[in-house]
């Protein structure tokens, strides 16, 4: 008995109000699930509808609800840090939480809030654009989408059960090594991120193989849309980068599960390989978090300016820059790490490079708006939003990127400062845009303009407050990662102000979301298909897509392929819409979800080091790849009748 | 004709292999391209990471102290040999003839069985007889876990090409058996490719430094 109470008090977290809180939450949150399923008999629609899809845009759709579920958790993890810090001498987290709070806050924030935003954006648009049908590969993008889910539950099962992670989102050896940390808190963090990871990679093949392959007829890559651009770029940078950090992933695995000596300080290890391999993955994450953003600010400022972008092929030749040169900067993270001058200046020069394809970006976009018809739509605004704030990022940047410099600023709230206005201003605002400009394509209603740009000017101009004042205080000597300072040191007032800053980007976030729940009761319908008077191909059929996207695939000739059709259209040139013919789509399947309920099981049993629980579930996920190998039947056709009557009722046929 | 999902001109497909003549061929046989330029990575940091700690033996047994050349080398003539012979069941894809396809992917099982083999026994003996195991030192754990990437590899293809093998003696040579049976092909070629590297990087430079 006593040794059951003894394995239940290590197994849940317990002594702190908060995680209690946290375990109440959780297990009514489920019930109510489950009960409102239950009760609406939702079950075999949900299973049917969603969880077995191989639709991308549905699978876009799940992983932005899980994104924005995964920014509250990230958000919340913010104020309860800016609490803490909001007064001299607080004690409302103790310092072992509060590692934990900001370890938990970046590793959701990067990779299980912003990725997986991305991805669903993603999702939803690229096929759209390029006018296919699906990706490349449905089945694997619903792997995907169920590695990154398991990935994200896993991890925030750690917030109750077994304790959290608290070695920062970059898990700097050997302090995250057995020794200096047992329990299983940074398990939790090796194999969640593994799991999501495995997933990032398959969608990195996804969409390059669909943009190369899979475009309609006519389309060039330099016809393109924009955004896409920047997915087939993003795509070539998680297939080299996401491997290096697999490795590095499961060599620390190794050394905490199996006893290995890669990244520990005795038999040999080397800690630095740690911090080497990481950031050969970590500096180009970065981009892969940005590039897609400056691909969505393309299509919005074009669209909302009502001109093709300018510099076209200039913005695409400084996106395949940024992507090259975010392979040989990563070491700009330790300069201070006793690497040589030579070393120092290579890394530091390389960094400072970036800045030009990012400012020869920052000037293509301001002359696209340059005597444009400026339309103030709530995405348009945070686009315009992000130029200035972005900038300012981007040339703090490069003040860090001045190897003597870094000495002065690195892990100092500066730092902290700087890579939040990159990520916030660009990958952010950016995720924001996409989200209100695509909304109507997926679900065929517009989020209201008032209650949006409520929540966007409510956010933005909270930022600033809360991140202005952290680069002085950076700059007066804060470090990053400090649980309390005493009141002698100054910098209580200015730290007040960041943590009134922080509430008001967590007003600005409920606010947007009390908009997405306002304007599916009373949101405008989009009955054209085209609310914004698009120039690209997403725009040209109904609004939801239909399951098959384009009943005839369109042909393309130049950039900006629905301005043109529009445009001949009133021109009466339009083409006579082509026949009908039967279409071949993927069928649903289970295996995706099951194999990465298979996937969840084995890494929560390595999390505790639990043999006979991994091993099941490895087999298990193996099975289920044997199992997807023996399915031929995997697609069906659907019927021209069919699609005379989708195309009917979308109002697309007379 | 249905009208596929793909955009691809159907016409000009007529002339390629079989593996290729469909749309979904294509996309799948240049994906699995994509995915080795990824395993190119992964084994790049595998191999950086073991490179790094060669040096680091902390006491325990060096390279050169452990490697016998007698066993390394005959697993590696039998990995070359079991490419050789995956390259040979191509050839009779191409000329459609299953059972020659089916043969040859038996052989290259059964190769691909004797080097796990012998892999499994150098592991064994390093650990019971040399007490070499991955804890010992940072150089054992980054050899044995390249060589156990690699060996996980080999062992998954086995059993890939195993369940390939069931689908080709039920269905003949269809264009999706032919697409299976190619890209596990590239897949083994790649894996004889980490292998040339391995001993090189491993134990070449492990016998003579």
């Known amino acids: 008995m006593n040794s059951i109470t003894n394995f239940l008090s290590h197994f849940f977290v317990t002594g702190d109000p908060m995680i209690y809180g946290a375990d109440v939450s959780i297990v009514l949150v489920t019930l109510a699930i489950f009960f409102v399923l239950t009760y609406f008999k939702k079950w075999k629609w949900l299973w049917q509808e969603w969880l077995t899809t191989t639709d991308h845009k549905k699978i876009g ?51 299980f809030a912003a990725m997986p935003f991305i991805f669903g954006l993603m999702n939803i648009a690229v096929p759209l654009q390029i006018g296919a049908r699906d990706v490349a590969f449905p089945f694997l993008n619903a792997v995907s989408f169920w590695l990154f889910f398991a990935g994200a539950m896993l991890f925030n099962l750690s917030f109750v059960i077994g304790g959290s992670p608290d070695a920062g989102w970059s898990a700097y050896a050997p302090y995250a090594g057995t020794e200096l940390n047992p329990g299983v808190g940074e398990n939790y963090y090796l194999l969640a991120v593994q799991i999501s990871g495995i997933g990032s990679l398959a969608t990195g093949i996804n969409f390059l193989v669909t943009i190369l392959k899979m475009r309609a007829p006519g389309m060039t890559l330099f016809k393109m849309p924009m955004f896409s ?97 975010s392979f040989i900067t990563w070491l700009h993270h330790f300069f201070t790490m006793g690497n040589t001058a030579p070393v120092n200046a290579f890394f530091s020069i390389s960094t400072m490079l970036i800045a030009i394809p990012t400012g020869v970006k920052i000037f293509n976009w301001l002359f696209t708006l340059n005597k444009g018809r400026i339309h103030f739509t709530t995405p348009m605004l945070w686009a315009l939003a992000f130029i200035p704030n972005f900038t300012i990022g981007g040339v703090t940047g490069v003040m860090l990127a001045m190897a003597p410099a870094d000495y002065q600023y690195h892990n100092s709230a500066f730092l902290v400062a700087h890579f939040h ?47 202005m004042p952290m680069y002085f205080l950076g700059l007066m000597g804060q470090t990053r990662r400090m649980y309390t300072y005493p009141a002698g040191l100054g910098w209580g007032p200015v730290n007040f102000v960041i943590t009134i800053g922080a509430f ?21 319908r989009d009955t054209t298909g085209d609310p914004w008077d698009g ?20 042909t393309v000739s130049t950039r900006d392929a629905f301005e043109a059709m529009k445009e001949d259209k009133r021109a009466g040139k339009e083409k006579a819409p082509a026949a009908y013919k039967p279409i071949h789509m993927p069928n649903n399947s289970a295996i995706p979800v099951v194999m990465s309920a298979f996937m969840f099981i084995a890494g929560f049993g390595f999390v505790f080091w639990w043999f006979w629980m991994a091993i099941p579930g490895v087999i298990g996920v193996i099975g289920c790849m044997i199992a997807r190998s023996f399915v031929y039947n995997d697609a069906h056709l659907i019927p021209v009748e069919e699609i005379e009557r989708t195309e009917r009722a979308a109002g697309r046929l007379s | ?39 190119l990575v992964l084994f790049g940091t595998l191999f950086g990471s073991y490179l790094v700690l060669q040096s680091h033996t902390a006491g325990g047994p060096s390279a050169h102290e452990l490697f016998k050349i007698g066993p390394v080398m005959i697993e590696t003539v039998v990995l070359l040999v079991s490419s050789f012979t995956c390259g040979l069941s191509t050839l ?69 090409i195993a369940g390939i093998l069931i689908q080709l003696a039920r269905r003949g040579i269809t264009p999706v058996t032919a697409r299976k049976a190619f890209i596990v092909g590239l897949y083994w070629h790649f894996l004889d490719v980490v292998w040339i590297f391995i001993f090189t990087a491993v134990y070449l430079t492990g016998w003579v430094m």
């Open chain 1, 61 to 111: 759709i799940m992983y932005i609800i899980a994104a924005l579920l995964m920014f509250f958790r990230g958000g919340v993890d913010a104020l309860m840090m800016r609490t803490q810090l909001a007064l001299p001498g607080m004690t409302f987290l103790n310092s072992d939480h509060y590692n934990q709070v900001f370890t938990t806050h970046g590793t959701i924030m990067i990779i």
């Open chain 1, 229 to 325: 651009w920047s997915i087939l770029i993003t795509s070539v940078i998680m297939i080299f980068a996401f491997p290096a950090f697999t490795v590095a992933l499961a060599l620390m695995t190794v050394d905490r599960i199996f006893g290995g000596h890669f990244f520990t300080i005795a038999s040999g290890g080397s800690p630095m390989l740690w911090a080497n391999l990481f950031w050969f993955w970590g500096h180009p994450e970065v981009y892969i978090v940005l590039l897609p953003v400056f691909g969505i600010f393309s299509e919005v400022i074009a669209t909302f300016a009502h001109k093709t972008l300018f510099g076209y092929a200039i913005m695409v030749w400084s996106m395949v820059a940024i992507s090259l040169l």
């Open chain 1, 421 to 467: 206005s990159t990520l916030i201003a660009g990958t952010v605002f950016g995720i924001f845009c996409g989200l209100h400009y695509w909304w109507p394509k997926m679900f065929g209603y517009l989020l209201d303009e008032k209650r949006g740009k409520w929540a966007f000017w409510v956010f933005m101009i909270s930022f600033n407050i809360c991140f």
């Open chain 1, 504 to 524: 008001g980007m967590g007003v600005g976030f409920v606010i947007m979301a009390y908009n997405i729940i306002w304007s599916a009761l009373h949101g405008k």
């Open chain 1, 535 to 554: 120039r690209t191909l997403e725009w040209s059929i109904p609004s939801p897509a239909a399951e098959y996207n384009f009943a005839t695939i369109p």
């Open chain 2, 1 to 39: 004709m249905a009208e596929s999902l793909l955009s691809l001109n159907p016409k000009k497909r007529k002339d390629l292999p079989l593996e290729y003549s469909t749309e979904e061929g294509d996309l799948k046989i240049v994906g699995f391209w994509v995915f080795l330029a990824a395993e």
């Open chain 2, 92 to 160: 009779e894809l191409r000329r459609h003839n299953v059972k020659g396809l089916i043969g040859w992917l038996v052989v290259t099982v059964l190769l691909g069985l004797v080097f796990i083999g012998f892999e499994g026994n150098e592991f064994f003996t390093y650990a019971a007889h040399e007490g070499a195991t991955l804890q010992t030192s940072a150089f054992l754990s980054g050899f044995f876990i390249l060589l156990g990437t690699h060996g996980a590899h080999v062992s998954l293809g086995i059993v890939w």
